[in-house]
């Protein structure tokens, strides 16, 4: 909407922040919709494993959307101008947006601490960590679900936040929005620092362990952008144009977050962009093929070596799962699988009740004339244990 200069008024009071407060929201949520696009292709496409932690991303990236539009379209009703120059008509239509996008503020983080805590339960899979897991678990969805009541009910009735001739009361903004801040960053610390003891127990050369936890320690920058947010909360007379700074650094921490929570997931994809980067000097854990058959002749034990070494592959941050046998709680490493397709066919098997069992045979074998007479020493068996694993699924009940 246009603004006509009133006289006697400095030609500054008409400058405008609205371009940039539609650029920033803009870029920022472009940003974390294209890391939550490229999360989903490789977790639902890529390796098939879809799960609640995919879904809580998507969530908070709708919830972020919302509060985003509605900071940058309260530029029709003054966001970005000097409160002297808005039209005091519309001006409850500025502040019904406003509250808003705070609802809607809280909704993304509390999705976003979610969505950290479900990807720790699900590759943090041993009895201890699911236990940390799960208090942290507690703690954050108590301060997130008061806080989100607090907002919502900041005026009793909730229309007096945009209507305050509405007979009612309302909670003072300061301190609140300190001790709200202060609040999401002591849980956001809490989250983040969640998974770095199990991080740093994984049997990992140093430099794949040093750059698996730089991912997962990203989420530090959310709680740097949460610090800077605090000194733009205190807002003077002059609403409208003060409210910039910390709408959109708002905007901002709830990007960060979303993006540094799809980071450790986006492994399969740049491995499918960057083939080279499928070596196992730079992957943060690998498996190798194998035919069922290990401990080769010994004629054949370099070639083995080098076989393997060509054919590792990749086992990608998200699926660096600790997992627990329910009956001993006795924590072991991921099954080696040979790929995902072998892993969803077993699940599959599982699911139509079909029993998995490993028969393990070893043979020690020494060289010496066979039953029908003597062999030639060239035609002997090799020196050696051989261990030969074959794996039956039979259907239960069988």
Known sequence: MGFTPLEGQAPDKYE???GVV???????LAVATTAVGLRSYSR??????????????IVALLLAMGSGGMVASNTIYGHGRHIEVVDMSIFWKYMRTFYTSIVLYNGSLTAIKITFLL????????????KVVMIAGVIVALWSISQLLVVIFTCVPIHRFWLPETPGTCIPNLPFWYINAAGNIVTDIIVFVVPLPALSKLNLKKNQKVALISIFCLGFFTCAISVIRIQYLKLTADTTWDNVASSLWSVGELCSGITCACL????PLVAKIFPSMNSTNDSYGSYHKSSGRDGA????????????????SIIYPEDVELQSDDRSDKEVRVDRLENHAQ??????????GLKPSVTTEIKVGTPGPTSTGPMPSSQ???RGIEVKHDLVVTKEGY
Request: hydrophobic share 40%; with cysteine.
């Open 16 to 18: 405008s922040q609205a």
């Open 22 to 28: 539609i650029a920033v929201v803009t870029l920022c």
């Open 44 to 57: 639902a496409t890529l390796i098939r494993q879809f799960g609640m932690d995919d879904w809580a991303a």
């Open 119 to 130: 990807q720790y339960w699900r590759i943090l899979g041993t009895p201890q960590m699911r």
């Open 264 to 267: 450790p997931t986006l492994r």
């Open 297 to 312: 002749a010994p004629s054949k034990n370099k070639r083995s070596r080098n076989e393997t070494a060509s054919t590792r």
């Open 343 to 352: 892993y969803g066919s077993a699940m599959n098997k599982l699911k139509l």
């Open 380 to 382: 002997w068996p090799s």
